[in-house]
């Protein structure tokens, strides 16, 4: 029986522009082949775990990337990457927050969870927050699933995770939880459906 709901952030409740400008700056079109470049780079699994600071952050990523304007304008750039809040899942995660336990996990660093705190209003809602710079582990490593499901006390299988990457969802389920990969905001009517199926005939599935 579900009990605990766990979102990543990026795709899912954050918009984000981040894969688009990549694309832009890279020439490659694919979008699962942007994210693999993305979190191929050093500089940004430093970064992600809390490694390196800010600064060094963007001088390594303006060199990543060749970008040719300075550092100050590469930081405003990549603050905005974290866009906007996907209003239908936030409204999601207010109604989820009245039937189950709710948290976020998520591949961030600081300069966009300052920047989440500045766009994503949460006074009405109790979340658990594992932010991989904070934790020092990223998705999809197992070690990372592991801190969280013994973090939050909670056995695997009573755990919905819902990530947009393949490689998460399929790392959560090979750790033994419940997991939804993410696509368009039609998927939470169809998340909806299925924990109200599970509640109903009392079964557990995972879901990729």
């Not at 927050?129 to 934790?135: A, C, K, N, R, V």
Request: aromatic letters at 12%.
């Amino acid at each position: 029986m579900i009990k605990y709901i766990l979102f990543d952030l990026g795709g899912v409740i954050i918009n984000l522009t981040v894969f688009d400008r990549l694309s832009e700056i890279t020439g490659i079109e694919d979008r699962q082949e942007v994210i693999n470049y993305w979190t191929s780079l050093k500089s940004v699994a430093d970064y992600e775990t809390g490694k390196i600071s800010d600064a060094d952050f963007l001088r390594q990523l303006k060199k990543d990337l060749g970008y040719s304007r300075s550092e100050r304008e590469l930081h405003e750039e990549f603050r905005l990457w974290c866009h906007s809040v996907n209003i239908q899942a936030h409204n999601f995660t207010i109604e989820m927050s009245g039937q189950y336990r709710i948290g976020i996990f998520s591949n961030t660093n600081p300069i966009h969870h300052k920047r989440l705190n500045e766009i994503w209003n949460t006074e009405n809602l109790q979340i658990d927050e594992f932010m991989s710079y904070q934790i020092g582990l990223m998705k999809p490593n197992n070690e990372a699933f592991e801190y969280v499901v013994r973090k939050l006390g909670i056995a695997k299988n009573e755990i919905l995770f819902i990530d947009d990457s393949q490689k998460n969802v399929e790392s959560a389920v090979r750790n033994g939880l419940n997991a939804y990969l993410f696509k368009n905001n039609e998927d939470l009517e169809i998340i909806k459906n299925l924990l109200y199926q599970q509640k109903k005939f009392g079964e557990t599935n995972t879901t990729v």
